[in-house]
């Protein structure tokens, strides 16, 4: 094979070889700054929850409503990702009622305006339960009013997510929702991570192939010019 088109065959292999990196697209544990959140909510102190895996500070949502005024996450991808994942400590905080007289109280999430998930939490009956929860804490007197409160550990797939501007929502609802400190949430050490390819830039199999064809044509003007 002429030592051109060698060369152009090698560095198209390597191009569609690039490996899968991981990247961080957002980590914030709000003890400094409440960067790229809008929206409802404010930092304020973790209380009795700090004992818990939460740092000193988390993200706190008190509003009312149903659905309540959501905390909004907004980042900006340079290029596209895969395997994304939003993981996050979630602080359920006093009196949440899941199914009993007063509730239900859930607790959401939408990414770019659809619900990606949707759980009624209480704090009458025992921990809530699936596999993308971690028990941390469920029990009486831990921060605010001194109703019985619960943190996890959530762990979201967010599938594969284009280049460009999107948005993670946080919110509460429910005809039983009552907000302010008779119930709210928090979130604490958010980090949304994924795959990139090489740069960060994800090659688009036209692009290579327009790419090849016009090595390929220029190895040929040189055979025909020797």
Not at 77 to 85: E, H, N, P, R, W
Not at 101 to 106: I, L, N, S
Not at 156 to 166: C, E, P, V
Request: with cysteine; aromatic share 10%.
């Amino acid at each position: 094979m002429p030592r051109l088109l060698s060369s152009v065959a090698l560095a198209l292999i390597a191009a569609l070889a690039v490996p899968a990196q991981a990247a961080v697209f957002y980590s914030n544990d709000f003890e400094a700054t409440a960067a790229g959140m809008s929206g409802a909510g404010f930092l304020a102190g973790s209380q009795g929850f700090s004992a818990f895996g939460f740092g000193n500070q988390y993200f706190r949502n008190a509003s009312t409503g149903n659905p309540a005024a959501s905390s909004v996450l907004g980042l900006s991808l340079g290029s596209a990702a895969t395997s994304v994942t939003l993981n996050f400590d979630l602080a359920a905080i006093d009196s949440w009622d899941g199914a009993n007289c007063c509730g239900p109280d859930f607790f959401n999430v939408k990414l770019d305006g659809a619900t990606i998930y949707s759980k009624n939490f209480d704090i009458f009956g025992s921990p809530s339960t699936g596999p993308e929860l971690t028990n941390l804490v469920y029990g009486p007197d831990i921060a605010v009013s001194g109703w019985g409160d619960q943190g996890y550990k959530v762990a979201l797939s967010l599938g594969n997510l284009a280049a460009g501007a999107h948005t993670i929502e946080f919110f509460t609802s429910g005809t039983g929702w009552q907000g302010g400190d008779d119930e709210s949430f928090a979130i604490d050490n958010v980090v949304v991570e994924g795959n990139g390819v090489g740069n960060g830039q994800l090659p688009e199999p036209g692009s290579l192939a327009l790419w090849g064809l016009a090595l390929l044509g220029a190895g040929a003007v040189r055979r025909r010019r020797a």
